[in-house]
Every structure is written in C-alpha cells, then in structure tokens.
C-alpha cells in the first residue's frame, strides 16, 4: 500500500472538502497512465563538447541544479528553464564523481580530494590525504558530519567542524555506492555485488551483510525499510545485465533468511541507476544505459509501469537525480546534456518545498544611451550613485583649488649668471641649451639632474646602431646578395631556431686548423658535432659564395644532451635576453664537444688495431720497414696521427679462423695493423688460382650481377705458410673498401703504463686540445698550516677575471695576464685542518695554445662597467697648472686649450691626472706572451717595447732569489672575434680576418671592415664576447 510523505503529491479531493478551497491553487496530482513524465529542457553543459556528465544532484536548499563532469568542472543551473548560475573548477584533471549540497555550499568529491565552494562559486577549503586514493561516493550523516567511501578497503568519517577522519576498515571489496532510508541503518554496496548494513550508531561493524547480485552490483537506494538493488549476474563466466530491480525487505534480512525476503521486478531494459521518488513510497525509478526510464511500483506485483525514454543521442546515459518533491526527473549522459524531466501537466516543477531565494548578481544600472555624435545629450540627465561613505563626493573640489595663482618664474641658469657680462643695467650671456624651450623643472629636480639626463641622452641617441650591424630577418635573397654581400663569401641563414651560433661557425670556418680537422674526421655516431661540421664546411666550400644553412648541425645540436643542461638549446626563434652569456657558453662546449668526440673516435680506432693484432700471423716473408710519418710539432707537441691509406678489405665479421672465404678475402695481419699495408705478389698465371687443395688446376668461376660489374674490384692475395713454405693464392671481388689507418709508433708507445712507476704518463690529446688547450699547475697553500697541494688542468678557453677595487683600471693586456695565471686568497677546505681555513691559491702556466680563445664575459654589472663606453679624454698639460672648481663663464663652448676653470663635459684637473691615458674600449691586435720559468707570464700589446728588452733577460725579481728566465715567447695576432650589439633585438656578428682583409659576418649580410674598426668599441651598442688570437708560428703553418 502506498503512502504520502507530504501534501503536495496527494489528491485534492482528500484535501479540501471546504468552501474555501477554490481559493487555493490546484495540488500536483501524480498521473498514472503511461509516460508520466516528459522533457522540459535540454542543454549542453560547460565542457560538454569534451567530457561527459559524471554527478548531477538537485540543490536541497535553493532551486539550483548542481553539474559535474569528467574535467573536473562544476556548473550550476536555475529553475526549470535551467539557467546557468554558477561555473568553477575543481580539480585539474579528476572528474567529478558525486556532490553533496548542504546549508553553507557544496562538496564536490574527486578521486583524491574533497573540495568545499559556496554557491557563488568562491571555493572555502580543498580536503586531501593519504586515506583518499580512489573514492566513489559521499553521504551526509549530519550536519556536521560526512561519510566517504570508494574502492579501497576503507571508510572515512568527515568531521567538517574539525576536519579530523576516522577510518572505518571494511572487508568488503570496497564501497561504490552509499545510500540511507531514513532511519540509522545505511547500505553499503561495493562494486563486486555484495550489500552490506551498517548502524550510523556503530558504523565499524555490518549489521548484516549479503550477495546482492553474482557479477557486479550497478546501483542501489533505500526508503523506509525497503531497499532495491540492481546489477549484473554471471552466466558461463560472463557478465550479463539483469533486467529486473530486486527488491529487498530489510526487516526480514536481519532475521537472516536472505532469499526469502526478496522479490524482482522487471523494467524495460536492463537498469543500469535506480533511485526512490522522495514524494511517494513504494514508486522508484529505473534507468537504463540507453536512456529507458521505467516508474516502478514496487509493492505491486503487476508488470504495468509507466515508461518512457530520454533522448541521449546514441550516448551512454550516466547519471540521474531525482528531486525532493518528485516534480522533476534530471539525467546525465556521456555527450555532454542535461535532461529535465517533468509531469506531463506541470510545466513549473518546483525542486523543494522551500527553497530560499537564490542570490544574484546586481543588475547593471539602466543609463540614458548617447551616440558618439549626439551633440545635444545632456550629461547631467546620468544620476550619480548612491554614496557609499562620507558626506560628499571625489569631484567636489575643496575652496582652495579655486582660488587664483601665478606660477612662479623659472629659475636663472647658474651657468648663466657666471657667465654674463654686464653692460650697464643689461646683462649678456651664451645660451647654455642645458633644456628646451618652455621647459619647466619640477620641484624636485634640480638643473643639475636635467643637465646629467641631457647629456646622458645625447650620448645615446646620436650614435645609432649602423644598418649592416642590426639584426636582418636571416633569408638569402639572390637579389640582394650584390649589395649585402661585396666579398662574395657564404653566409649562413638565420630562419632556424637556434642560429644564434652562426657566428661562432662562421669562425671556425675561417680558422684553417680547425676546419682541416674537422674535415679529416669521420666516425660511425649518428648525431656527432664534428661530423655535422665537417659536413657543413664542404657545403659552404662548395656553395660558390651562396647562403647555406646549418640544419643538420642544428638538429644534432638539439640531441646533446649536455647542450640543453646547460641552457644552450632555446625553444623557439627568439633571441636570449642574454647573448653574451649564451654564445660565451656555446664557444666553450663546442671546444670540449669537438675534443671529446674526436678523442673517442681515436680511442675506437685503437681499440680496432688491438683486435687486429691479437690475430696470428698468416704470412712470411720480410716485413717492410714500418711507414712512420715525419714527425710535425705544433707548439712543440708532435702529431699522433698524420696520414691514412686506402685498403680493401671486406667485412670485418667473415674473417674467422684465418680460413679463406668463399669470397677468397682474409683478415688484416698483424703487420697490417701495426705497420701498414704488405705488397702481395700475384702470379699472371691463371692456374695457379686455388681455392682449397682439391682444385689446385681449376679456375673457379664467379657469377656477375650488375652490381659488381660497376663496383666490384678484384683482386689477387698471396698467402704463406711459416713452417711448411706452403702458398696459396687467393682471388677475390670487393664491392666496398675500408679506410686502414696508419699510426706513428714508437717502442716508448708499446711499454704500459704499468712498467712506468715512476714517470709521469702524458694526458690524451686530440686535435683540438693541441690548437686551444692551456696547460696550467695550480698551487694551493693552507694559510694556517702552510700545506701545499698541486694540481694540472687544462683549459680550452681562457674566462677573463675581471678585477675589484682600484685594480680595475688596469689594461686589456693586464687583464689577460691576470686571467691566465689567477692570484687570489679564497677559503678552501683544507685536510690537515680538516676544516675550511684561508688558502692562497696562485696559478702557473706550464704550456700556450697555438689558438688563444679568450670569453670576454661582461655579463655581471661590474664586468660591464670594465668596457667603458667611450674613450676617455685626457686631459692637457695646460690644464694642470691651476686647481679651481669655478665653472667657465663659456661652458661647453670654450675653446681655450688652457683654461684652468670648470667645464660639463670635461673632467676637473684632479680628476684628469687620475686617469688612465689607456682606454678599456680598444682592444689591442698583437699580444706578445712571454711564459717565465716561475709560471709567470709577461703581456705586452706592443711588440717593440719586447725588442727593447732582450737584451736585459734573464733578469733577477726584487723579492725572489732564484733566476727567473723566459722559457717561450710566442707573438699572437686577433684573428677573428664575435661581438654583441645591443639592440632591439640584440644580434651577434663575427669580424674574421681572411688573409689581409677584414670581414664582418652577420648572417647572410657580409661586409668588409677596416682593421680599427674591428679593435675599437667605443660605442654603446658593441660589446666583444669571443677573441681569439692566433699565434705567429701557427700562421707560418699556415701560409
């Protein structure tokens, strides 16, 4: 028998009997034909064109439908015409996957976190810890507290006042669904089929527990003391939909006949979600995946239900809500739409019985509206808003601002009255232009601030970055190529990320050492920096003067892992606010790239010629003498490595045993590998081709395919027997060489390390550390104990250190020196101390690259004030003679070499004979390096001044008792650097020097320059990064 929980749902006729019930509005009356219900709205929710539905709740408190998809996004929508309320965000990627509505906002529950917002969409507190790793439902116990489960082997019990959990262990497979009847008891269904009891009272131990469905358990709900479960049953192993609702009578279960207390009820379709009509008792609603909705009574035993069906466009239908006043039906599917549903007669559901007003946003202020033409709108016709606070508005000015005043007069340049002359009454002055016309100073500013900003912007402005110096847009253009490009040498195109290093690669280009290196080396990596440079040199040898681009370097760059760790890879084609610093890091890991892969090519290549040599000898006869090439020093350091030879040699993988092949090739003797290639002799008689002993007269005949015809190479092979004189000549086909290597051996090289135990063994050099390495000891003294430690290490590149303090002044060459053999006291840990004690740590020179690359760096504020900008003047003789800070009555257009006053634009005389007479902004283009025997090292720019002082060396230090003497002396000269101009954009560019003539590379813009303008960086925009200095020597190389 069914029963009303409240009047709305109840017939009229039992209501009011009265005379007065006229006067009242009709009651909603539940109709029960077929199809109840029917659509009112549908629409697509936030997000819906990417995620599905995945909660839907009505609000318990106000008339507001509360959504929650699979982005974890919730939107709310209002009344029946389900306009949108609020939107937010929950969670960045988790779905949402049930909400709660209480009196002060909403929860809204993700896999791993709880999240309270109020109703305007304001979130108040995110809830997370370890307890929540995959929840699935929430239930309300009270007001103050909640209940969460999901599939774990936990419950959690929510105190929202404190928010403290108690877990609850649960033996069941975990908890999907949460749902009460009314009273203490709530039912606790896990996903695989089993319902469990529990008393709100005690909820840590199961009242009762069964096997509500053999597969899976889909949904369930409880009202009063019946409960209805709907699932799936196993049949041969498989799931199968069950497409009934059973219903369970709870009374009788805690009795513990499970079977007997039960009852089915069959739907349309297999349900998939169930949930009771609030307003009714005994009537639920079924829900199936295809979007069949069925009434059920599940008192009656008869099979007449009211069906009818949610149009979900072929969707899966997911979730479905009812409201409190069973007025209206809301479900959920997977293509993003919400469907309200309501009785066929009800257009006007309503979701409470009292609802409280929804809170809006203020509607905007009605103004008048004006045209942008109207020029008879009056603007008084706007009211003015209420006042929030105080007792008049911003616009009324106070009596003060309209009373009337005189602006008081400019004042009188100082430099003005001392320089005028007074003819009577009238005085006379030259106009100092120290500001414009009708240009007032304010308060605080002074004329001597103005003057200051004046000058500092006359310095800027009227020395503008020269057009072949700023950044071009990196595209080869034939057409331009005859005004961008005198010199007819190829540029590089800057249309690639990354092509900031175009000018590092364009002098490596142009340093022969370099480019003969890379071009003689070859090795089997498949991203090798010297191979794409090797490469990109032939493309720009035989480019005839055309742009090239470097994008298979540049793709290989990007591969380097040690590049992008050191911030050298960018991800786009902008520029780095930071060039200097950028290509200084590159110029030193290409030097330590190029080393490193050439060194293990080398390391490779002997770890071959051992395995050659492990083999037996296979012939006899007197060895050649061993090709040793002539011994070449460069910078007093022979050359491991000087020629190569062409031999023929198949496949190194055929050669096993020593037996011959079927191809008649054998592998490379001992003496091959260690010496060089053995003459063979071959016999032109045609008989004496064997193969093996059983044919010793018969020519073995080989098939030809079009192939070998074109690249075979045929040869005749020798081979001997040392003990019984046996020969056997071979004759065999080669399609492909190989390149046999021939090293410079010497007895020294066949001792081991281990037969030296007293000699130093030599660090593995490479190409490249032989043309930039300096070698350098470095000794480390303790200032407390007086211990002494001493190390090697070699550079590749050498970082200028820039000076503090009144040092700062010194040269460029001073600079380097300082920077070659640093000084300095620094804390180091020390272990005879065993703590960090004061350490004097001073650096010796041991060994000077024939190539000197130097990084200027100029990347901190004080290494940027070194490079001063602009050449200080010096200051005459004549200006010595008197010491007064009067200004000149003539200012800045004295023309007097002698005057002794003061002038803006140039120093006083103190300050004049303090300065240096050399100027930081040119750098100098001979360096003559004198390596002394105490490590020291001499830098003079001026070659003659070296010349004079021969004939005073050797010569004896003041504080040092041993003789020193010069070991070396090298003459460097620039050959080539790479610059910074600051502009917007800021841009490198490369000045190399190909034989006498100076050329300035930018891009695919190359002009020639003069030899001053390369040294001179007296501008503001330009600034050096990279130098490098090529010894005498290494040019009479060279040459």
């Not at 007003?357 to 009056?378: C, I, Y």
């Not at 460069?634 to 037996?659: K, W």
């Amino acid at each position: 028998m069914e029963y009303h929980f409240n009047d709305l749902c109840m017939p009229t006729d039992h209501l009011l009997t009265d005379p007065y019930a006229a006067e009242y509005t009709q009651q909603y009356i539940m109709p029960s034909q077929e199809g109840e219900y029917e659509v009112r709205s549908t629409i697509l929710v936030d997000g819906g064109d990417r995620f599905g539905v995945s909660a839907v709740q009505f609000d318990k408190f106000e008339e507001l439908i509360w959504m929650g998809n699979q982005g974890g996004h919730v939107t709310s929508y209002y009344g029946p015409a389900m306009q949108k309320y609020t939107s937010f965000q929950v969670h960045e990627s988790e779905e949402v996957r049930d909400i709660l509505t209480m009196e002060n906002g909403i929860y809204a529950l993700t896999k791993t976190s709880l999240r309270h917002q109020i109703r305007r969409g304001i979130p108040k507190h995110t809830h997370r810890s370890r307890n929540m790793t995959d929840m699935q439902c929430l239930y309300q116990v009270n007001s103050t507290k909640l209940m969460m489960g999901g599939h774990q082997d936990k419950l959690i019990d929510l105190d929202l006042t404190k928010l403290v959990e108690t877990v609850i262990p649960i033996p069941e497979e975990g908890c999907a669904v949460l749902r009460g009847g009314g009273s203490s008891l709530v039912a606790c269904g896990s996903a695989s089929g089993s319902v469990s009891l529990r008393d709100l009272r005690s909820p840590t131990t199961a009242q009762h527990t069964f096997r509500a469905h053999s597969a899976c358990l889909s949904d369930l709900d409880m009202q009063g003391d019946l409960l209805i479960t709907c699932g799936f049953q196993s049949v041969n192993g498989v799931a199968v939909a069950e497409p009934y609702v059973i219903v369970w009578d709870v009374r009788r279960l805690r009795g513990g006949a499970a079977t007997s207390a039960a009852w089915s009820c069959a739907t349309a379709a297999p349900p998939l979600l169930l949930h009771y009509l609030p307003a009714f008792s005994g009537r639920a609603v079924a829900l199936s995946g295809d979007g069949h909705v069925t009434l059920l009574h599940v008192n009656a035993s008869d099979d007449n239900h009211s069906v009818f069906q949610v149009d979900t466009q072929s969707s899966l239908c997911s979730v479905m809500d009812v409201s409190a006043t069973s007025q209206a039906l809301v479900f959920g599917d997977q293509a993003g739409h919400l469907h309200l549903f309501s009785p066929q007669h009800n257009h006007e559901p309503v979701f409470n019985n009292f609802s409280r007003a929804t809170e809006f946003a203020d509607a905007p202020p009605n103004l008048p509206f004006a045209g942008p033409t109207d020029s008879t709108f009056q603007f008084s016709s706007v009211p003015l808003p209420a006042l929030a606070a105080g007792p008049r508005w911003f616009n009324e000015l106070p009596p003060a601002f309209f009373r009337k005043g005189y602006r008081k007069p400019k004042p009188i340049d100082p430099e003005v009255l001392n320089t005028m002359k007074m003819q009577g009454p009238i005085g006379y002055a030259p106009n100092p232009r120290s500001f414009k016309r009708n240009q007032m100073p304010y308060i605080e500013d002074t004329l001597e601030d103005l003057f200051a900003a004046k000058v500092t912007e006359n310095k800027f402005t009227n020395q503008p970055v020269p057009k072949h110096y700023q950044k071009t847009d990196g595209r080869y253009n034939k057409q331009d190529s005859e005004t961008s490009n005198k010199p007819g040498l190829p540029g590089l195109e800057a249309i690639l990320p990354n092509s900031y290093c175009n000018s590092m690669l364009q002098v490596l280009y142009y340093t022969p050492a370099v480019k003969a290196t890379l071009l003689a080396h070859t090795c089997a990596k498949e991203f090798c920096l010297s191979c794409e440079l090797g490469f990109l040199f032939r493309m720009l040898d035989s480019s005839g003067g055309a742009a090239c681009q470097a994008a298979n370097f540049l793709r290989a760059f990007r591969t380097v892992p040690e590049a992008a760790a050191l911030g050298l890879i960018l991800p786009d084609r902008q520029d780095s606010q930071d060039l200097q610093a950028l290509i200084q890091s590159w110029n030193r890991f290409i030097l330590h790239q190029m080393h490193y892969e050439i060194l293990e090519t080398r390391k490779k290549e002997k770890e071959m010629a051992l395995l050659a040599n492990s083999s037996p000898p296979k012939i006899r006869g007197s060895v050649p003498a061993p090709i040793v090439a002539p011994s070449t020093q460069v910078n007093g350091y022979p050359e491991e490595y000087q020629y190569a030879e062409l031999e023929f040699l198949g496949p190194s993988t055929e050669f096993e045993d020593g037996e011959p092949r079927e191809d008649g090739w054998h592998n490379l003797s001992q003496e091959e590998a260690l010496f060089g290639p053995v003459e063979y002799s071959v016999s032109p008689d045609t008989q004496l081709n064997k193969v093996n002993d059983e044919l010793p007269n018969q020519q073995v005949d080989r098939e030809e395919s079009d192939i070998s015809q074109l690249f075979a190479i045929g040869r005749h092979q020798l081979n001997r027997c040392l003990k019984c004189n046996k020969e056997v000549i071979l004759c065999g086909k080669c399609i492909l060489p190989h390149i046999v290597y021939i090293y410079q051996v010497s007895l020294d090289s066949q001792i081991s390390e281990d037969e030296l135990p007293n000699q130093q063994v030599d660090r593995e050099e490479s190409d490249i550390s032989e043309l930039f390495a300096i070698g350098r000891h470095q000794l480390n003294r303790c200032l407390k104990c007086n211990k002494e430690e001493e190390r090697s290490s070699v550079v590749l590149a050498c970082a200028l250190q820039y000076p503090m303090g009144s040092a700062s002044a010194r040269g460029f060459a001073e600079l380097v020196r300082a920077s070659l053999a640093p000084r300095r006291a620094t804390p180091a840990w020390c272990e005879q101390c065993a703590r960090f004690t004061p350490t004097q740590q001073q650096g010796r020179v041991i060994r000077l690259p024939p190539i000197l690359a130097i990084n200027c760096g100029g990347v901190t504020a004080h290494e940027k004030a070194y490079w001063a900008k602009g050449t200080p003047k010096e200051t005459p003789d004549s200006t010595k003679r008197g010491s007064s800070g009067k200004p000149c009555r003539y200012g800045m257009h004295c023309a007097r070499p002698g005057c002794r006053f003061k002038h803006p634009d140039r120093p006083s005389p103190s300050q004049g004979s303090s300065k240096s007479p050399d100027s930081h902004c040119v750098l100098p283009h001979q360096l003559l390096i004198r390596l002394q025997s105490d490590g020291d090292v001499i830098i003079n720019d001026k070659v003659r001044l070296y010349k004079c002082s021969d004939r005073v060396r050797p010569k004896v230090h003041k504080h040092k008792k041993k003789q020193v003497t010069t070991i070396s002396e090298e003459e460097y000269n620039l050959s080539a650097a790479v610059i910074c101009v600051e502009d917007n954009p800021k841009n490198l560019v490369a000045y190399v020097q190909i034989g006498e003539e100076w050329n300035m590379f930018n891009d695919v813009s190359i002009t020639p320059v003069s030899a001053s303008e390369v040294v001179q960086f007296s501008a503001w925009w330009k600034t050096p990064c990279v130098l490098f200095y090529s010894s005498a020597s290494l040019k009479q190389e060279e040459s």
